[in-house]
């Protein structure tokens, strides 16, 4: 796994198959979604190399119901006493009581997909609070849900790439023109100097290496 400074509150854990973030307010921290089933002990490795402690997890928000977003959330929440956020479109799939739907691709993202499924299926998860478009969350400052629907398809278009959208003011993703917590394809809004890019970070660990953020967008 790798791990990206993105600013110097959020860091982006970027896993064989997609990716999480890290917010950090002092010491409670929020992780936006949770990679798969086999993530935990990375993401607790990495936040440990940000001389932080895993137990500060106040709360994990899931953006979208695929496997490579949640598979570890229940297990990092029990561990840590953390609640678990998702869109009310979402839960019932986070929690198993609904299939994952179809996704709606476009051709180029085909191949993503049949990659994706590669990830360890993700457990039947509890949700501890369902949110909606609009609702603000207890980070960075006011976070705000945004609904976006977007590859995760009919009957559960809730957030994909959109909870806890970054709080207003928040530089927009560097190389994205979204936002950085999120990866919300949303109009610019500040867009960052060029000194602003996401800096790597050396990690003394076996299960996690500092690499460079690639220009492209992420999943």
């Known amino acids: 796994?790798?791990?990206?400074?993105?600013?110097?509150?959020?860091?982006?854990?970027?896993?064989?198959?997609?990716?999480?973030?890290?917010?950090?307010?002092?010491a409670d921290l929020t992780l936006i979604d949770a990679g798969d089933i086999d993530?935990?002990?990375?993401?607790?490795?990495?936040?440990?190399?940000?001389?932080?402690?895993?137990?500060?997890?106040?709360?994990?928000?899931?953006?979208?119901?695929?496997?490579?977003?949640?598979?570890?959330?229940?297990?990092?929440?029990?561990?840590?006493?953390?609640e678990i956020i998702a869109h009310a479109l979402d839960a019932p799939v986070v929690r198993g009581e609904r299939p994952v739907p179809e996704p709606d691709l476009l051709d180029w993202e085909l191949p993503l997909?049949?990659?994706?499924?590669?990830?360890?299926?993700?457990p039947p998860t509890r949700v501890d609070r369902e949110v909606t478009g609009g609702e603000v969350?207890?980070?960075?400052?006011?976070?705000?849900?945004?609904?976006?629907?977007?590859?995760?398809g009919a009957p559960s278009p809730s957030i994909c790439r959109a909870t806890a959208c970054c709080s207003p003011g928040t530089p927009s993703h560097p190389w994205s023109g979204g936002c950085s917590t999120c990866s919300t394809w949303t109009a610019p809004r500040l867009r960052p100097r060029?000194?602003?890019?996401?800096?790597?970070?050396?990690?003394?660990?076996?299960?996690?290496?500092?690499?460079?953020?690639?220009?492209?967008?992420?999943?």
């Open 194 to 219: 060029s000194g602003d890019w996401p800096r790597s970070r050396p990690v003394p660990s076996a299960s996690v290496t500092a690499t460079r953020s690639p220009r492209t967008r992420p999943r």
């Open 1 to 26: 796994m790798d791990l990206v400074e993105v600013l110097p509150q959020l860091h982006m854990f970027r896993f064989r198959i997609g990716q999480a973030y890290l917010w950090r307010d002092g």
């Open 137 to 152: 969350l207890p980070f960075g400052d006011g976070a705000r849900v945004v609904h976006a629907p977007g590859h995760t």
């Open 113 to 122: 997909w049949e990659h994706g499924l590669t990830c360890p299926d993700a």
């Open 39 to 82: 993530s935990a002990a990375a993401i607790e490795d990495a936040i440990r190399t940000l001389g932080l402690d895993p137990a500060g997890i106040r709360r994990i928000v899931i953006t979208h119901g695929h496997r490579d977003h949640y598979g570890a959330a229940q297990e990092l929440a029990d561990r840590h006493g953390a």
